[in-house]
């Protein structure tokens, strides 16, 4: 039976890939029960970023998606894309959480389970196997696929038993950067199918286009699957487009069997929400087809453009992509998905922008070296472990990185109480804390609070402004209800209104194009401003390295890493600043003590806003200046 089937990635990985997985489920519905007809193997339609996303920017609950998305394919399987033990986080869930996620998600509607570890460590995919078993879900072992002098063929047929020793229905070969070549993969087919025999099930992203030529070498390699977007979000950093692989394949004993005419009625639908939302198109640029050098994945890509472009760095994408193999090789070469393409990437950035390699280490880095993510695939230099490192512990080879996780559900039940209705709920919080209490707080509050929120959350889009009457009005009501300041600023005769401290600093920088929402620019640590009260000159001031949010203490709830008047040493952290998903501790430069603390808890932070003021120890303070 050599037909090839096909899974469809138009609304997770497709709109991941290009759109920043800023879809919402409006414009999904009305074209899912026509999808539901074409036959594909099984819809993505879950996982990946799209549960952070549905919290963090679209105000929508990730399990209700699911579920209206399930109530409108009845006939086809969904799938969904998890991160093993991050699940669809990024860090380490225990046990526990990950087996009740992966259930509920079973029965909120998907039965396909693609699993995959960034570093190809078995381990981090146990419990989700155990999991998917026992609920009877199909486990599809994804292969995160790289190049380096430690991944051969074997390394990963051996990775592949692994899997099948685990229970896998089916092998994915995961390509997310496009480094795959024709004969790459149909050499990887051959010897899986002899030596592993389970259905194949080839993942190329589209990147430099081999893409399309490397599903035509599987199929006739033995390759039972392969991924395709519709055409509107397919090229580029996505996958090829559904049509073309379905029209190439025709006439052929690999033949597909779909309904050319029922996709593009579907890519139609597609082109009218693309032009509507104004999204890009798949495009390969240069930078793409170099891929073959920085490997850098689709997702990845343009995440690193716009955090780029929010640190007002753009022109220093190409040495940025420059350091990424660099960064890559001196940590034993772990192949750049998720979450280790933003640790390695964010590290090339760090390292472009300090100009001092290796100066800022996000916290996530700090852990991977130690063995917290996992094994690495190769070793690592000796010298940047040292300096990493320092005095934190290293985790012992044969300890399970998931197994120090041991948070029970009923502890998370009872950190967020009566704002959880459901084990759903509970799971959310479980797994993005902040987002998920913000969400539930907001939802669960009376109507006249929705209404106003309502209003917030809508901000972000130019034509949703309200009239000055209905801003007095949510003022009014906003008074009544206790619910807090209103923020009301003018933009010629436009206003936004947004309730303070409900955006996290991405969302902020998401409505950066409305000046009137975006923060203050903060003045450079070198100009403060007039008013600015004169300080001892051996002061010096701990900035921001980037944009982000400036945390105070490693978690809610926990005592700050310092306060004015702590001694600090040289390389203690005073604080964090998350950036690009990570947790970046800012460290002391010099011996000395704190002297101010510039910021609030969780403000947001410009490139170079004055953290903290510390006065050196050593050198005695010249007598302040007069005024
Ligand atoms: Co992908």
């Given at each position: 039976m050599p037909r090839l089937q096909i899974m469809d990635t138009t609304i997770r990985d497709g709109q991941q890939s290009l759109w920043a997985t800023r879809m919402q489920i409006g414009d999904m519905l009305p074209i899912l029960p026509k999808m539901d007809r074409v036959g594909y193997w099984a819809i993505e339609a879950w996982g990946g970023a799209t549960f952070d996303t549905c919290l963090r920017f679209l105000d929508e609950n990730p399990w209700e998606r699911l579920r209206s998305i399930k109530a409108q394919t009845p006939n086809t399987p969904l799938a969904m894309l998890s991160r093993g033990q991050n699940l669809v986080g990024y860090k380490h869930y225990s046990r526990e959480i990950c087996n009740r996620f992966i259930k509920a998600a079973k029965r909120n509607g998907v039965h396909v389970f693609r699993v995959f570890d960034a570093l190809n460590d078995i381990r981090n995919v146990v419990d989700n196997a155990e999991a998917i078993k026992e609920c009877g879900g199909h486990f599809e072992g994804a292969i995160s696929y790289t190049m380096s002098p430690v991944h051969t063929l074997d390394s990963y047929l051996e990775y592949g038993q692994k899997m099948k020793d685990l229970g896998a229905d089916s092998i994915a070969i995961k390509d997310m950067a496009g480094m795959l070549t024709p004969y790459r993969t149909e050499r990887m087919v051959k010897a899986f199918n002899a030596e592993i025999g389970l259905p194949l099930h080839i993942h190329c992203h589209y990147v430099g286009g081999m893409a399309p030529a490397n599903i035509i070498k599987a199929a006739e390699a033995g390759a039972a699957i392969a991924d395709t977007a519709h055409a509107p979000l397919a090229f580029g950093n996505s996958h090829p487009a559904v049509e073309m692989i379905v029209a190439a394949l025709?006439?052929?004993?690999?033949?597909?069997?779909?309904?050319l005419d029922l996709l593009f009625e579907i890519a139609e639908y597609w082109e009218e929400v693309r032009k509507r939302g104004h999204y890009k198109r798949g495009v390969s640029s240069l930078t793409h087809m170099k891929v073959y050098s920085h490997q850098v994945p689709g997702g990845m890509m343009s995440n690193l453009v716009s955090q780029l472009e929010i640190q007002n760095a753009g022109d220093r994408l190409p040495e940025v992509m420059q350091e990424i193999p660099k960064v890559r090789a001196e940590v034993g070469y772990p192949p750049l998905v998720t979450p280790m393409s933003q640790i390695v990437g964010t590290q090339a950035v760090f390292n472009v922008l300090t100009g001092k390699r290796w100066s800022v280490v996000s916290k996530e880095m700090k852990d991977y070296i130690c063995g917290y993510y996992g094994k690495a695939p190769g070793r690592m230099d000796k010298d940047i472990v040292a300096k990493v490192v320092g005095n934190s512990e290293m985790l012992p080879p044969?300890?399970?990185?998931?197994?120090?996780?041991?948070?029970?559900y009923s502890q998370v039940e009872d950190e967020i109480g009566d704002l959880a209705k459901s084990e759903e709920d509970v799971l959310m919080y479980a797994l993005f804390p902040n987002e998920a209490r913000t969400y539930l707080s907001k939802h669960r509050t009376s109507e006249k609070v929705d209404f106003l929120m309502e209003q917030e959350s809508s901000h972000t889009k130019e034509d949703d402004y309200v009239d000055i009457n209905q801003i007095r009005e949510l003022v009014r009501v906003a008074e009544e209800s206790g619910v807090g300041e209103i923020v009301v600023e003018e933009e010629g005769t436009r206003i936004a209104v947004r309730m303070p401290g409900t955006l996290s600093s991405d969302a902020v920088a998401a409505a950066a194009?409305?000046?009137?929402?975006?923060p203050a620019p903060a003045a450079p640590a070198s100009a403060p401003a007039a008013d600015e009260p004169d300080r001892p000159a051996n002061w010096y001031a701990v900035t921001a390295p980037m944009v982000g949010t400036f945390y105070t203490?490693?978690?809610?709830?926990e005592p700050p890493f310092v306060q004015v008047g702590d001694e600090v040493a040289a390389n203690q952290t005073l604080c964090i600043v998350e950036a690009m998903k990570l947790m970046n501790e800012i460290a002391a430069e010099e011996m000395g003590t704190v002297r101010e603390v510039c910021l609030e808890d969780a403000s947001p932070v410009e490139f170079g806003t004055v953290l903290f003021y510390i006065e050196p120890h050593g050198a005695p303070a010249p007598a302040p200046e007069t005024a």
């Open positions: 025709q006439e052929s004993r690999y033949d597909t069997g779909l309904d044969d300890v399970a990185p998931g197994s120090l996780v041991t948070t029970t194009p409305v000046a009137a929402i975006a203490s490693p978690g809610p709830g």
